[in-house]
Structure formats: structure tokens, C-alpha cells
């Protein structure tokens, strides 16, 4: 990737994760993803030097960084060959906290995120549900009062939720007022920061096998009148899609550069590969047929790499209190700049990624290799937090202004 543009704190970021992550070999990721065993190792390196709390503030323990900077992270921790599992592996501590430190009490700030920062809890998602999966606003999960106002119970399912067989903490989504007593259908859902404490009753999680990113687990999640305390809920009760979307334009931005970090260290195996395999008495990559995919593929990630860190720099610049906050830039403008990074990262990842295997010939298709791994994981950026085709829907509605679709 072409370094120049960055700033000097993105470019130290990526420096000392890059050392961190050199400790984990491709070995490690290759072996993690064939056994499905989690990489707690890389969790531990990256709590132990504080990188956990990059974009919390420093008040807790955190860095006092942005998503510009976390996006950075990201993208080096896929880059280094971690591919999206190591990344993926940490990422929901990163992007899920976010709405968490903007909208929770002090008290509930410090009690929540510290331990998060720390590395001794973790952090997982619960949004999808398996009954209505892209239309979030129509989720089934409720969370009802307790008639003595302790609390509230939980009772519904979600679905592909990762990291819930190791986490200790979820951010959920889940409806307080129903659907037909509304005005409109964001309303009436809040957002909850619970334990995820699967010794409890009501609580219970089942592994899905998955294509790719295997070392870290994705989840069925089952709530059954599932008890959580009062002070679970963060910012106000029915106003948890507003204040989750924080998360969601933060989550878009990192997971564009978790996908950049993949297509560029696709085209690295690639390129040294071309350049090494001799076949007709010359190396393969001499040939233009392997070397012109190579080369557009590049550009259309340095394209992407553009989009993607505008995304988080105006992410950054719109959050009250960042050193350079210009209050002109709208929330509107920050989901268009996340949604359309998240999609040209993604397809030009997977670009990356196909060519870098295709150019290996039977090589790109061993496991030994890593482009084929690589490859697996690229998927999950095309259609997930949001698919391709929801984000243009949204940008065919929103920004071109033609009628809504669906
Ligand atoms: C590996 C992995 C990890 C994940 N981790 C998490 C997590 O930690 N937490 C969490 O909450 N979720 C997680 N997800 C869920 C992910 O965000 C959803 O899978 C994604 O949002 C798509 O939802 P769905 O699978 O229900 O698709 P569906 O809503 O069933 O859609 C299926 C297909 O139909 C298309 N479609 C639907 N409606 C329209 C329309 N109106 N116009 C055009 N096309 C349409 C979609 O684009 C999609 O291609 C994860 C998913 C994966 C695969």
C-alpha cells in the first residue's frame, strides 16, 4: 500500500501492530483457521499494549484515538496475514463500545469499559436475527420491564453473532415498545450493554460452521425470559437504533479496512509468487495476463483505501469533542462516505483476492499457500454488517433520490 497521506499517528499504529502481529505466523492463522480454535493469544498482545482502547478515551484507560486510526489497526492486523479472523477477533471491542462511551452515564462508562480495555472482558454484537435479517428495525427480540422496575427480561433469538462463546459482554438490540403502539418503526427499540453470561438461565449459544474466518466463532443465540439489571440500558429507553448506529458507521469504516488489508496481502502472496515460479523458462509474473489483474487490482484497492479513510476521517471530524470536530458534517454524510467505503473495499478485496488465486494456479488453491483462505474470508465483507444491496438501495434512495425500491 502506498503509505503517503496518512498521518503521523495512522503511520505509528500501523508500525506497532505490524510488530505485534509478526509474532503470529501464517502457520498460526493457517492452523487457527483449520481448527477452529480462537486466536486468544492475539487478544492478549493487543489488550497488553492498550490497543484494545484505541478509540475509547483516555480517561478509562483507552487511547483517545479515532476510527481513523482504528480503521488503521484493523487493516494492519488482516494485512500481517491475520487476515479477517484476527481481526474479527478484536474488532466488536472496538466498533461496539463506541456508542457505548458516547451514550452511557460516566458511571456506567468506567464500570463498562475499562475491563474491556483491560482485555479481561470481551465484547460481542447482537443485532441479526434469524426472522428478519437486513430489515433491523422489525427485530422480534424484546426486553420487557419487571413489574418491581429492577430490570427488564429478555426473550428472543439472534443469529451469526460472533465471538459469543468467549464474550462476556453483548451490545443488544432488542425492542421495548411494540412495533404497532410506534410512530415510526426505528422507534421503541433501545440498545442494552448485558453480561453475557452463559451459566445463566434463559442464555444459550450454538456454534455455526461457516466458510471461512473459522478460528473465531459465529453464534445462534437463544434468550428465554433472559433477566439483566436496570442499568443495562444505554442512553434512553426507546431511542437504541439512533444511538447504535454510532456503532454501525464506525463498524463500516473498520471493516473496509480489514478488507484492504486482506486484498493487499493477497496481491503481496501473489506478486512474490509470480515472481518465483518459472514455468515456459521465464517467471509467470512476466506475463502480462498475470501481471495486468495484479496491477488493476492494486489500484482499485488504493481507490478504496481513499474512500475508506475519508469514511473515518469524517466519522472522526463529525464526533463532538475530536480535536478537529466541524459540526457542518451531518450524519447523513457520515453513513453515505461508511456505506460506500465498506462496498468499494469489499469488491475490490475480493478482486484481489480471486486474482491473487487465479494467478497461482494450483498453488492459489492450497491451503499451505493462504490466497484461498484469504479468499474464503473476503466474503464476509460483501454481505456483511450490510449487504451490497442494501447499501444501494440506500444510496439509490438517499443520495440519487429515485423511488424507494423495496
Ligand atoms: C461471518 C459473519 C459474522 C457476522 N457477525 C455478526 C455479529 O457479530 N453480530 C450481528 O448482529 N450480525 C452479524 N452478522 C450478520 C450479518 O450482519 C448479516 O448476515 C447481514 O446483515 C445480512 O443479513 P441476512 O443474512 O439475514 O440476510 P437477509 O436479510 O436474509 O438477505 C439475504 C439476501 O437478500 C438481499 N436482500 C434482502 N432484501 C433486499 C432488498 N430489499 N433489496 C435487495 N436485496 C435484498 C440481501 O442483500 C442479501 O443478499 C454476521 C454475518 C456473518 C456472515
Not at 474470508?377 to 429515485?402: D, K, Q, T, Y
Amino acid at each position: 500500500m502506498e503509505l503517503s497521506g496518512f498521518s503521523e499517528e495512522q503511520l505509528t499504529v500501523r508500525d506497532a501492530i505490524f510488530k505485534i502481529c509478526s509474532n503470529f505466523s501464517d502457520d498460526y492463522w493457517l492452523d487457527h483457521d483449520q481448527t477452529e480454535t480462537y486466536p486468544h493469544e492475539l487478544h492478549k498482545a493487543l489488550a497488553k499494549d492498550g490497543w484494545l482502547g484505541i478509540a475509547l478515551p483516555e480517561e478509562l484507560g483507552g487511547a483517545g484515538l479515532g476510527i481513523s486510526e482504528a480503521t488503521m489497526m484493523l487493516q494492519t492486523i488482516a494485512e500481517s496475514g491475520a487476515g479477517l479472523a484476527g481481526a474479527q477477533s478484536i474488532h466488536a471491542n472496538v466498533y461496539a463500545t463506541q456508542p457505548v462511551s458516547k451514550f452511557a452515564t460516566p458511571d456506567q462508562r468506567g464500570r463498562f469499559l475499562r475491563r474491556i480495555i483491560s482485555g479481561e472482558w470481551r465484547t460481542c454484537f447482537g443485532v441479526t436475527e434469524p426472522n428478519t435479517g437486513l430489515e433491523t428495525l422489525k427485530l422480534k427480540t424484546t426486553a420487557t420491564p419487571a413489574a418491581d422496575g429492577s430490570g427488564y427480561t429478555v426473550t428472543g433469538q439472534k443469529i451469526w453473532i460472533s465471538s459469543a462463546q468467549v464474550a462476556t459482554k453483548m451490545v443488544l438490540l432488542a425492542r421495548t415498545t411494540p412495533l404497532e403502539e410506534v410512530k415510526k418503526p426505528s422507534e421503541g427499540l433501545s440498545m442494552f450493554y448485558i453480561d453475557f453470561d452463559l451459566t445463566k438461565p434463559g442464555l444459550e449459544a450454538k456454534r455455526i460452521k461457516k466458510m471461512g474466518g473459522r478460528a473465531v466463532d459465529a453464534n445462534q443465540v437463544f434468550f428465554e425470559n433472559y433477566e439483566i439489571p436496570k442499568d443495562s440500558l444505554i442512553g434512553k429507553e426507546g431511542e437504541g437504533f439512533k444511538i447504535i448506529l454510532h456503532g454501525m458507521n464506525a463498524e463500516r469504516a473498520l471493516l473496509a479496512g480489514e478488507a484492504l488489508g486482506l486484498g493487499y496481502i493477497a496481491l503481496k502472496k501473489a506478486s512474490q509468487y509470480a515472481k518465483e515460479r518459472i514455468v515456459f523458462g521465464r517467471p509467470i509474473g512476466q506475463n502480462q495476463a498475470i501481471q495486468h489483474p495484479l496491477a488493476s487490482a492494486y489500484m482499485h484497492l488504493e481507490a478504496a483505501k481513499l474512500a475508506t479513510y475519508h469514511a473515518a476521517r469524517l466519522y472522526d471530524r463529525s464526533t463532538p469533542g475530536h480535536k478537529d470536530h466541524d459540526a457542518s458534517i451531518t450524519q447523513h454524510a457520515v453513513g453515505v462516505a461508511c456505506n460506500s467505503a465498506k462496498y468499494v473495499a469489499a469488491e475490490a478485496a475480493f478482486v484481489a483476492c480471486e486474482r491473487s488465486v487465479m494467478s497461482m494456479g494450483g498453488m492459489g488453491y492450497a491451503a499451505d499457500y493462504h490466497v484461498e483462505r484469504y479468499l474464503r474470508e473476503c466474503f464476509v465483507p460483501r454481505l456483511a454488517p450490510v449487504s451490497r444491496e442494501m447499501i444501494m438501495n440506500f444510496v439509490g434512495e438517499r443520495v440519487l433520490g429515485l423511488p424507494r425500491s423495496y
